[in-house]
């Protein structure tokens, strides 16, 4: 059943391209924007700023992808999901597919920014392990906010009020530790970080699948 | 609330107020007589975490088993929760005024202090934007347990993993858990009982506020 629905998600997205299209030039024209805004002085581009407008960018462009995996469903089509499918199942396959989505844009976004700004990234690798760690942490707690907003009055802006208190934690840890990327520190250094970051992941997964149902039941 | 209780509340906090300005307190440099700040701002924090505490366990209760009892529960427990942060913000804004020389000077700890408001005050929009009565109080619920859990690692973990000026975290000149000596301990501890316990008496009045309030709304609708 998981496999299906994670099936049934990719394929409707292939589908209609026009979201995932719509959800890429957002990023391009955020990051585009932050090039304009800079254009002939490249060089006050500290790492520091960079990182900050990196994060700024990958943030609003996942709460935008994630706040449509609920609030753009058809009404009456849950009642359909509901009849074949155990919640459990339904918010796990959601949070894969949203972290895979989420995945490709951040990498999508790191690289638009290496192209437009500059890569001021020296230890690469523990960068994109901890891109990867964070899009997880997004997708998590997201996409059960994203039910939440999904069942009130003017989802749009709630989606927003809602996440960014929850997801601040994850923001927090991924900053410091893309500084540490940047400064080229000693992984060593890092690994508690990324300890924290996976601790805060599994939390956020652990109570999205436990607290689902409670919103699904309708 | 049993009386006893809130007798106790009353005598504790009277102490507290005698004794945490009249008492004497150790010397230390630049935080000097301020220190006095701690019998107020710290017991506020514990307070805040015990209420919010409670509304967390009154909404896996109305989850588990679903009333209008445990939701007004849940519900003005984060209130009163909420009233305790903003005095402990207001507190140590006064604090950070006369030491650190600006009242807000973007410490990790006053910044997730701030962001913990955020979570409860996102809480209470959440609250006003959906209409159903039994769909607001579960969806609240689960955003209340959620906000929680994703709020222990903002004010229990990220301090402690960066440097901070707050005192209490070592390099600074100032009151350690370790260095708070016996007089302080004789005036802090009954503080902090005695500041949760009013804020528990607050947030038990206010729910009865509230049952008389829908109590007589139904004898309207009769």
């Known amino acids: 059943m998981f496999f299906t629905l994670l099936k049934k998600e990719l394929t409707l997205e292939l589908r209609r391209k026009s979201v995932i299209s719509g959800l890429v030039l957002y990023l391009f024209s955020t990051a585009f924007i932050c090039y304009l805004t800079f254009s002939l002085r490249q060089n006050q581009i500290t790492p520091l700023v960079w990182s900050a407008l990196f994060w700024i960018t990958i943030l609003f462009t996942v709460i935008n992808t994630i706040a449509k995996s609920f609030i753009g469903e058809k009404r009456g089509r849950d009642i359909y999901y509901f009849s074949i499918a155990s919640p459990e199942t339904i918010i796990l396959s959601k949070i894969i597919y949203n972290f895979l989505l989420t995945l490709i844009l951040s990498f999508a976004g790191f690289g638009l920014f290496v192209l437009l700004l500059k890569n001021p990234i020296a230890d690469l690798g523990l960068f994109c392990l901890a891109i990867t760690l964070s899009a997880f942490g997004f997708s998590a707690s997201l996409t059960l906010l994203s ?25 927090l840890i991924t900053v410091k530790i893309t500084k540490n990327c940047i400064d080229g520190l000693d992984r060593s250094i890092s690994t508690n970080d990324l300890l924290t970051l996976f601790a805060i992941n599994c939390l956020v997964t652990a109570a999205s699948y436990l607290l689902f149902p409670y919103i699904w039941r309708n | ?221 009769e």
């Open chain 2, 1 to 221: 609330m049993k009386a006893w209780l809130k007798i106790l509340a009353v005598i504790l906090i009277c102490y507290t107020i005698v004794g945490g300005f009249l008492f004497s307190v150790p010397r230390l440099n630049i935080v000097n007589e301020t220190i006095r700040g701690l019998y107020f701002h710290v017991p506020m924090w514990f307070g805040m975490i015990a209420l919010f505490l409670a509304s967390t366990i009154y909404s896996i209760q109305y989850l588990r088993n679903p009333s209008f009892n445990s939701d007004t529960k849940a519900l003005e427990f984060a209130n009163t929760g909420l009233a305790l942060g903003l005095l402990g913000i207001f507190t140590g804004m006064i604090w950070a005024n006369y030491t650190w020389g600006s009242p807000w000077h973007g410490d990790p700890k006053q910044n997730g202090a701030a962001i913990s408001l955020l979570v409860y005050l996102a809480y209470f929009v959440l609250r006003g934007s959906i209409e159903n009565e039994d769909q607001r109080a579960r969806l609240s619920a689960v955003y209340n347990i959620f906000a929680f859990c994703a709020m222990i690692p903002l004010i229990f973990i990220i301090p402690r993993m960066t440097s901070s000026m707050h005192p209490g975290n070592g390099g600074n000149p100032g009151f350690n858990m370790y260095d708070l000596d016996s007089r302080m301990r004789m005036v802090f501890y009954p503080a902090v009982v005695g500041w949760i316990l009013l804020g528990f008496w607050i947030a038990t009045l206010r729910i009865r506020t509230r049952f008389v309030n829908e109590k007589l709304l139904d004898l309207e609708n």
């Open chain 1, 147 to 171: 039910g939440i907003a999904s069942k009130a009055n003017n989802s749009n802006i709630l989606m927003a009020v809602l996440s960014f208190p929850i997801v601040i934690s994850i923001l």
